[in-house]
Protein backbone atom coordinates (compact mmCIF):
# COMPACT_ATOMS: atom_id res chain seq x y z
CA UNK A 1 0.00 0.00 0.00
CA UNK A 2 2.86 2.64 0.50
CA UNK A 3 4.26 1.90 -2.85
CA UNK A 4 0.87 2.69 -4.19
CA UNK A 5 0.87 5.97 -2.29
CA UNK A 6 4.52 6.77 -2.85
CA UNK A 7 3.80 6.44 -6.82
CA UNK A 8 0.57 8.53 -6.42
CA UNK A 9 2.44 10.83 -4.44
CA UNK A 10 5.35 11.31 -6.96
CA UNK A 11 3.03 11.08 -9.78
CA UNK A 12 0.53 14.31 -8.21
CA UNK A 13 4.48 16.02 -8.07
CA UNK A 14 5.13 15.64 -11.24
CA UNK A 15 1.58 16.52 -12.85
CA UNK A 16 1.53 19.76 -10.46
CA UNK A 17 4.90 20.65 -11.68
CA UNK A 18 3.87 19.91 -15.59
CA UNK A 19 1.10 22.35 -15.47
CA UNK A 20 2.48 24.57 -13.77
CA UNK A 21 5.29 25.06 -16.34
CA UNK A 22 2.82 25.22 -19.14
CA UNK A 23 0.80 27.76 -17.40
CA UNK A 24 3.65 29.91 -16.76
CA UNK A 25 4.82 28.82 -20.54
CA UNK A 26 1.42 30.09 -21.75
CA UNK A 27 1.27 33.14 -20.18
CA UNK A 28 4.54 33.86 -20.86
CA UNK A 29 4.17 33.69 -24.28
CA UNK A 30 0.82 35.53 -24.08
CA UNK A 31 2.50 38.39 -22.57
CA UNK A 32 5.26 38.67 -25.25
CA UNK A 33 2.47 38.19 -28.22
CA UNK A 34 0.89 41.53 -25.98
CA UNK A 35 3.68 43.20 -26.00
CA UNK A 36 4.03 42.77 -29.87
CA UNK A 37 0.70 43.55 -30.45
CA UNK A 38 0.17 46.59 -28.41
CA UNK A 39 3.66 47.93 -30.36
CA UNK A 40 1.55 46.76 -33.42
CA UNK A 41 -1.35 48.92 -32.42
CA UNK A 42 -3.52 45.92 -32.97
CA UNK A 43 -6.99 46.39 -31.97
CA UNK A 44 -7.35 43.51 -30.16
CA UNK A 45 -4.24 43.47 -28.13
CA UNK A 46 -6.30 43.37 -24.77
CA UNK A 47 -8.93 40.33 -26.18
CA UNK A 48 -5.54 38.40 -26.94
CA UNK A 49 -3.73 38.46 -23.74
CA UNK A 50 -6.75 38.11 -21.23
CA UNK A 51 -7.21 34.58 -23.15
CA UNK A 52 -3.65 33.61 -23.14
CA UNK A 53 -4.23 34.53 -19.17
CA UNK A 54 -7.47 32.99 -18.73
CA UNK A 55 -5.74 30.13 -20.48
CA UNK A 56 -2.19 30.04 -18.35
CA UNK A 57 -4.41 30.48 -15.09
CA UNK A 58 -6.41 27.34 -16.22
CA UNK A 59 -3.19 25.36 -15.87
CA UNK A 60 -2.56 27.09 -12.58
CA UNK A 61 -5.40 26.19 -11.20
CA UNK A 62 -5.27 22.71 -12.17
CA UNK A 63 -2.10 22.31 -10.13
CA UNK A 64 -3.72 23.65 -7.53
CA UNK A 65 -6.59 21.26 -7.79
CA UNK A 66 -4.16 18.39 -8.10
CA UNK A 67 -2.71 19.99 -4.89
CA UNK A 68 -5.05 18.56 -2.67
CA UNK A 69 -4.70 14.96 -3.62
CA UNK A 70 -1.29 15.11 -1.74
CA UNK A 71 -2.04 17.58 1.31
CA UNK A 72 -2.13 16.16 4.41
CA UNK A 73 -3.15 18.30 7.54
CA UNK A 74 -5.85 21.30 7.69
CA UNK A 75 -3.47 23.72 7.40
CA UNK A 76 -2.05 22.86 3.78
CA UNK A 77 -5.63 22.61 3.05
CA UNK A 78 -6.57 25.99 4.09
CA UNK A 79 -3.71 27.40 2.27
CA UNK A 80 -4.85 25.36 -1.21
CA UNK A 81 -8.31 26.09 -0.38
CA UNK A 82 -6.93 29.87 -0.40
CA UNK A 83 -4.96 29.55 -3.68
CA UNK A 84 -7.89 27.76 -5.74
CA UNK A 85 -10.39 30.53 -4.92
CA UNK A 86 -7.95 33.48 -5.90
CA UNK A 87 -7.19 31.84 -9.05
CA UNK A 88 -11.14 31.00 -9.58
CA UNK A 89 -11.86 34.78 -8.94
CA UNK A 90 -9.05 36.02 -11.29
CA UNK A 91 -9.85 33.68 -14.30
CA UNK A 92 -13.80 34.81 -13.76
CA UNK A 93 -12.40 38.15 -13.87
CA UNK A 94 -10.26 37.58 -16.87
CA UNK A 95 -13.46 35.98 -18.95
CA UNK A 96 -15.55 38.53 -18.08
CA UNK A 97 -13.39 40.93 -19.53
CA UNK A 98 -12.87 38.66 -22.71
CA UNK A 99 -16.90 38.73 -22.64
CA UNK A 100 -17.05 42.54 -22.58
CA UNK A 101 -13.39 42.75 -25.12
CA UNK A 102 -14.88 40.45 -27.49
CA UNK A 103 -18.83 42.80 -27.59
CA UNK A 104 -16.67 45.66 -28.01
CA UNK A 105 -14.54 44.27 -30.68
CA UNK A 106 -17.52 42.86 -32.68
CA UNK A 107 -19.32 46.00 -33.65
CA UNK A 108 -16.31 47.83 -34.86
CA UNK A 109 -15.21 44.49 -36.84
CA UNK A 110 -18.77 45.10 -38.44
CA UNK A 111 -20.14 48.28 -38.75
CA UNK A 112 -23.93 48.74 -39.89
CA UNK A 113 -23.21 50.95 -43.08
CA UNK A 114 -26.07 53.30 -43.61
CA UNK A 115 -27.75 54.11 -46.62
Not at 1 to 14: A, G, I, P
Not at 47 to 55: F, I, S, T, Y
Amino acid sequence: MELLETFLHSFVNLAMLLFEYIGVGVITCAGIQGLVNYIRKAPDTRLALAKGLAMGLEFKLGSEILRTVIVRNLQEIGIVAGIIILRAILTFLIHWEIKNEEMEVQPQEHPEQKH
